[in-house]
């Protein structure tokens, strides 16, 4: 052999090795995350729930009703729509409505209701009527 085919043929170095071992080490975790990512989202619809649990408050003869909407799902909705409805002695006795434009997955938006007679007073719902997909 001549002295360029010995060259080609040399052993590699400590560095080299280290340095081949750490990025191999960072593709493999990368190429993990990325297949763990696709196989675990599923892109599943909006799973959207609204909750009162702050207290109704008074002001000038005018109630607030405090509410909070999540997205649990896979997917974002759009114009989400949510009804309150005042039941006061078996009949509707006032009825609220909010639209939220834009609610991606895991995000959370605050809102109130106000209504002029006194919730505790009556039973109050207030539920998700709607959404629709971007």
């Given at each position: 052999?001549?002295?360029?085919?010995?060259?080609?043929?040399?052993?590699?170095?400590?560095?080299?090795?280290?340095?081949?071992?750490?990025?191999?080490?960072?593709?493999?975790?990368?190429?993990?995350?990325?297949?763990?990512?696709?196989?675990?989202?599923?892109?599943?619809?909006?799973?959207?729930?609204?909750?009162?649990?702050?207290?109704?408050?008074?002001?000038?003869?005018?109630?607030?009703?405090?509410?909070?909407?999540?997205?649990?799902?896979?997917?974002?909705?759009?114009?989400?729509?949510?009804?309150?409805?005042?039941?006061?002695?078996?009949?509707?006795?006032?009825?609220?409505?909010?639209?939220?434009?834009?609610?991606?997955?895991?995000?959370?938006?605050?809102?109130?209701?106000?209504?002029?007679?006194?919730?505790?007073?009556?039973?109050?719902?207030?539920?998700?009527a709607s959404y629709k997909?971007?």
């Amino acid at each position: 052999m001549n002295n360029t085919e010995e060259n080609q043929y040399q052993e590699r170095s400590i560095a080299e090795w280290v340095t081949f071992s750490i990025a191999s080490l960072i593709l493999a975790v990368i190429v993990s995350l990325v297949g763990y990512t696709w196989l675990t989202d599923k892109n599943q619809p909006p799973i959207v729930s609204v909750s009162n649990k702050q207290t109704i408050r008074e002001s000038d003869g005018q109630f607030y009703v405090p509410f909070e909407v999540v997205n649990t799902g896979g997917d974002t909705a759009e114009s989400v729509q949510i009804i309150a409805e005042l039941e006061i002695d078996g009949k509707v006795a006032e009825t609220g409505e909010q639209q939220i434009d834009f609610l991606s997955r895991g995000e959370t938006e605050e809102g109130a209701f106000i209504f002029s007679q006194n919730p505790n007073q009556g039973n109050l719902k207030i539920r998700v009527a709607s959404y629709k997909l971007p």
